[in-house]
């Protein structure tokens, strides 16, 4: 705004920020961790990275539909956290849960945002999508097949559409905890982990 004058990041700003991070995460995993071919995603600039996302239709048709689903309980303020577990194919065992825990923010005690914030929030967004990226150093290798399945924890009172159903949280035994980064807007906070298999244990 002009003269210098700030506003504070609104519900929906801070909603479609969260949003497309959560695409963008997403697609980000699916790649790194060679859940699709490397073929089946092409190369877009955000977040001042280079980054891959699905070019495959299926693909992008199924997580448009669970991102809008996403977007309306951000709107309500129902979403707790989403999860993105990796399971093995023939296994059917939980490989990895990535978790992004969500948190409503003192809104009421909200500071002004400036475009200084959005750099901010832009530059801790990166910081996570680079972890994501670096997850490959740490994380063992998946030598089988895999496949994936979004998890989205909700309140109770949540309206649930009927093409949604109740699932087994998709727990690892014996598992290993890495915290990511988090990033925070004037009216959430995200904060991410990757739980992973020990194959040592």
């Given amino acids: 705004m002009a003269d210098g004058a700030t506003s504070t990041i609104s ?15 997403i697609n980000s995993i699916l790649y790194q961790r060679g859940i699709y071919p ?12 280079s980054m891959m996302v699905a070019s495959d239709d299926g693909l992008q048709t199924y997580l448009k539909k669970i991102l809008a689903q996403l977007k309306t309980w951000l709107e309500e303020g129902d979403v707790q956290r989403l999860v993105v577990v ?41 910081a996570i999508i680079r ?18 399945d979004l998890l989205v924890y909700t309140r109770k ?13 998709k727990y690892i035994a014996d598992s290993q905890e890495v915290k990511l980064r988090s990033f925070t807007t004037s009216v959430h906070s995200v904060e991410a982990a990757v739980a992973y298999k020990d194959h040592d244990a």
């Fill in 11 to 25: 519900l929906r700003g801070s909603v479609d920020l969260v949003q497309e991070f959560f695409e963008y995460a």
């Fill in 38 to 49: 490397p073929e089946e995603f092409r190369r877009v600039a955000k977040y001042g990275l």
């Fill in 86 to 126: 990796v399971t093995g194919v023939e296994t059917n065992e939980t490989l990895e849960r990535w978790t992004f825990a969500v948190n409503a923010c003192d809104t009421e005690n909200a500071a002004p945002s400036t475009a200084g914030d959005i750099k901010a929030i832009t530059k801790q967004i990166q």
């Fill in 131 to 148: 972890q994501i990226t670096a997850s490959v150093t740490f994380l063992p290798l998946l030598d089988e097949a895999c496949a994936f």
């Fill in 157 to 169: 009172t949540a309206a649930v559409p009927g093409a949604w159903e109740d699932s087994d949280p």
